[in-house]
């Protein structure tokens, strides 16, 4: 019998990782919020590591990485647009976008999602949450990328296996990218109206772990101090949430995005 070998910068496309990866597509609305919750909020962060005398270091870093995660997915978005939404919660596409970053990194918002994730992990720093959530997120990504390969693969051919050839899956080639944005204009507002709903989610979170955090560490009176502090900053999270919402859904951006 003759095997075929896939094409250069391609992954497997039928077998148990492309399965587990539709699966995941599917329900990873209800599955990715449930672990991340499970993982961090479960039990305390831990203590400053290495015998540091405080862990705000390893917060700062953590804090550094969920902002250029988030960046990233911010400039991504800004300048070509790719929906990941699916169709019928499958996996879906219209078109092969190419274009922005796209023209140098296949999966730049699932980079993007992994770093962030890495940036929470490192605030909390507890060692049962690396191990688990670790290689659990990356698992579960590689398998999304399979399950979307194999259906680019299938609807687009050899133009998808071009591409695939070309373009590195993961990790960026900067490589004249200046050139691939130049004629391209950044589109903030399609940025807030897509973004608006993660960025509140995330931003919350990095709060409520520092809050859970501090309140874990400080007496009663110290704690109420904390917890109002948190109120006031979700507070004007909210504000900027709900006007976020009200320009998405009463359509007063959706010529302009």
């Not at 890495?118 to 720093?125: A, E, M, P, S, V």
């Not at 507890?126 to 579960?140: D, K, N, R």
Request: a positive charge.
């Amino acid at each position: 019998m003759t095997m075929t070998a896939a094409p250069q910068g391609t992954i497997a496309r039928t077998g148990p990782l492309v399965a587990y990866g539709n699966f995941l597509f599917r329900y990873r609305n209800l599955v990715f919020p449930i672990v991340t919750a499970a993982l961090l909020f479960l039990a305390p962060p831990a203590a400053a590591p290495f015998g540091l005398a405080d862990d705000w270091p390893i917060d700062l870093l953590g804090v550094a990485a969920v902002l250029a995660g988030q960046g990233l997915r911010f400039a991504v978005i800004g300048y070509a647009y790719i929906k990941r939404g699916g169709r019928g919660r499958q996996v879906y596409a219209d078109k092969l976008v190419a274009e922005g970053f796209f023209a140098h990194s296949r999966n730049p918002l699932y980079l993007g999602n992994l770093i962030v994730l890495g940036g929470l992990f490192l605030i909390h720093n507890a060692f049962w949450v690396h191990a688990i959530g670790i290689p659990f997120f990356l698992l579960a990504y590689v398998a999304i990328v399979a399950a979307e390969e194999a259906y680019l693969h299938r609807k687009f051919g050899p133009q998808y296996d071009a591409y695939c050839a070309r373009v590195p899956r993961w990790l960026p080639n900067f490589a004249g990218l200046s050139h691939s944005l130049a004629d391209m204009r950044f589109n903030w507002r399609r940025v807030v109206v897509k973004e608006y709903s993660t960025t509140f989610t995330l931003a919350t979170t990095v709060l409520a772990l520092f809050a859970y955090e501090a309140v874990a560490q400080s007496s009663v009176a110290e704690s109420q101090r904390i917890l109002i502090g948190f109120a006031v900053a979700f507070t004007l999270l909210l504000a900027a949430f709900s006007v976020a919402r009200y320009l998405k859904k009463s359509g007063v951006w959706r010529d302009l995005i």
